[in-house]
C-alpha cells in the first residue's frame, strides 16, 4: 500500500510535512511552515549521498518579535547577536573577507596564576606601550591578509577582545563578530567554506571565506548579524523563526524540527503511505489471513499479532471521542472490501479515504515503531527467559 515518491516530487513531500505540523498548536501557520522544512531540508541532501539528512546541517535561530508569519529561510549565515562596534567600527561590508578565529586578539596572561607588581610609573607605560604594539602588531597581520570581517570564538581563559583591541580593528575598517559558541565553529565553516584559524601567525588570505555582504539588521527590538551571498557556500541552511512572545517561538521550533524529521524519513526511504489506522489495520487483516493457512503455535502467535495492531486505530478512534468499537469494526470491513486507504477521519469523525484529505506519513515511521516495539518486547520476554526466539 505504500506509494513511492522522489524527492522532485515537491507537493507530495509539502503534504507529509504539513499532516506533522496540523496537530501542533501552530498549525494554522502549517501552509508557511511545511514548505520552508521542505526546501530547507532539500537544500542540504548531498548529491553524493542522496539517501542521508543531517539535521546539523540546519539551524534554526529564534528571535522574538513580530509574528511565526515573519519566519524565514535564509541562504546564508545568521548570529543572534549585534557587531561589537563599541570602538565606532563599521556595522556593513561589501564584498567581505571572512575569517574564524580561535585565538584571543587581547594582551597574553601569565601560564600560571600569578601577580606581577610594577613599582614604578615609567614600567607601567613599558607595559601598556608593549600591549598596544602586541595588538597592532595582530591587526596589521590580520588586515595584511585582505580580512575585513572577523568572527571571533568565545574564550574561557580571558577576554578574546578588549576596548584596545576594538579600537584598532574599527580603525582598520574591521567588522568584528565576538563570542561566537564553540560548538558553532563547525557549522559556520561548513557554510562559509573557510577553516577556522587557531593561531595568528597561520592567518592566511587562502583561510578566509567570501561573501557579498555581510551586514547588522534590526530585528525586532534587538539586532542580528546577517551574511548573505557567500561564495561556494557549503550545503547548509538557517532557519530564522520569529513569533510574538516565547511560548510561541519555542513551540514554532518543536514544529519546524518535527516537519525536518518527517521530511528525512522520506529521503532515508522513499515512500509515502496513508495515515489514520490505515496501515495497521491492513497489516492487521493480512496477518489474520496468514495465520488461517498455518497450523499450531505459530498460528496463534500471528493471530494474536493481528489483534495487537487494532491498538493503533483503536486509540485514535478514542482520542477523537468516537466509538472505537463501531470505528474499527467499519474500517476492517472497509478494509475488506480492498479499500486499502480508507483510514479514521479525525475532524468527521468517520471512515473515509484518508489519501485523499492528505494525511500521509513515511513509511519508515510505521516500519521502525512496529520493529522496535518488536525488539522491545523480544529483550523483555529474553530476559525471563519465558520464550526463546529464534
Not at 89 to 103: D, L, T, Y
Not at 242 to 270: F, M, P, T, W, Y
Not at 287 to 315: N, Q, R
Amino acid at each position: 500500500m505504500a506509494i513511492p515518491i522522489e524527492l522532485s516530487d515537491r507537493d507530495s513531500l509539502v503534504k507529509s510535512a504539513s499532516t506533522a505540523l496540523n496537530s501542533k498548536v501552530v498549525s494554522q501557520y502549517s501552509s508557511l511552515l511545511a514548505p520552508l522544512a521542505v526546501d530547507a531540508a532539500l537544500s542540504v541532501v548531498d548529491p553524493a549521498h542522496p539517501d542521508l539528512l543531517d539535521l546539523r546541517d540546519i539551524r534554526i535561530i529564534k528571535k522574538l518579535g513580530g509574528t511565526v508569519d515573519d519566519t524565514e529561510l535564509v541562504r546564508g549565515l545568521i548570529f543572534d547577536k549585534k557587531a561589537s562596534h563599541a570602538a565606532g567600527g563599521p556595522s556593513r561590508i561589501e564584498n567581505a573577507k571572512i575569517a574564524v578565529i580561535q585565538f584571543q586578539v587581547s594582551p597574553p596572561k601569565t601560564d600560571i596564576e600569578q601577580s606581577v607588581i610594577v613599582s614604578d610609573y615609567a614600567q607601567m607605560d613599558r607595559i601598556l606601550r608593549e600591549e598596544r604594539n602586541y595588538i597592532l602588531g595582530m591587526v596589521k597581520k590580520i588586515k595584511a591578509s585582505g580580512c575585513n570581517v572577523l568572527l571571533i570564538q568565545k574564550s574561557i581563559l580571558r577576554d578574546a577582545v578588549t576596548d584596545l583591541s576594538l579600537h584598532y580593528l574599527a580603525k582598520a575598517k574591521i567588522l568584528v563578530v565576538k563570542d561566537v559558541e564553540r560548538d558553532e565553529i563547525e557549522f559556520i565553516t561548513k557554510t562559509l567554506n573557510c577553516l577556522p584559524i587557531a593561531n595568528i601567525e597561520h592567518f592566511r588570505e587562502d583561510k578566509l571565506g567570501y561573501a557579498d555582504v555581510v551586514e547588522e539588521v534590526s530585528v525586532g527590538d534587538g539586532k542580528i548579524v546577517k551574511i548573505i551571498g557567500i561564495k561556494d557556500m557549503g550545503r547548509t541552511a538557517t532557519v530564522l523563526v520569529r513569533g510574538s512572545n516565547q511560548l510561541v517561538i519555542d513551540e514554532a521550533d518543536r514544529s519546524l524540527h518535527d516537519a525536518l524529521c518527517v521530511i528525512r524519513c522520506l529521503v532515508n526511504k522513499r515512500f509515502l503511505i496513508a495515515g489514520g489506522g490505515a496501515p495497521e489495520i491492513e497489516m492487521s487483516m493480512q496477518l489474520a489471513a496468514w495465520a488461517k493457512e498455518l497450523h499450531g503455535m505459530e498460528s496463534y502467535c500471528i493471530k494474536e499479532f493481528a489483534d495487537a495492531l487494532e491498538v493503533i486505530p483503536y486509540t485514535l478512534a478514542e482520542n477523537a471521542g468516537l466509538n472505537p468499537i463501531a470505528i474499527v469494526t467499519e474500517l476492517r470491513n472497509r478494509h475488506a472490501k480492498g479499500e486499502k486507504n480508507t483510514g479514521i477521519n479525525v475532524r468527521k469523525g468517520q471512515i473515509t479515504n484518508i489519501l485523499e484529505e492528505n494525511v500521509v506519513q513515511p513509511l519508515l515511521v510505521s516500519t521502525s515503531a512496529i520493529s522496535l516495539a518488536c525488539e522491545c518486547v523480544r529483550m523483555i520476554l529474553k530476559i525471563d527467559d519465558i520464550v526463546t526466539v529464534r
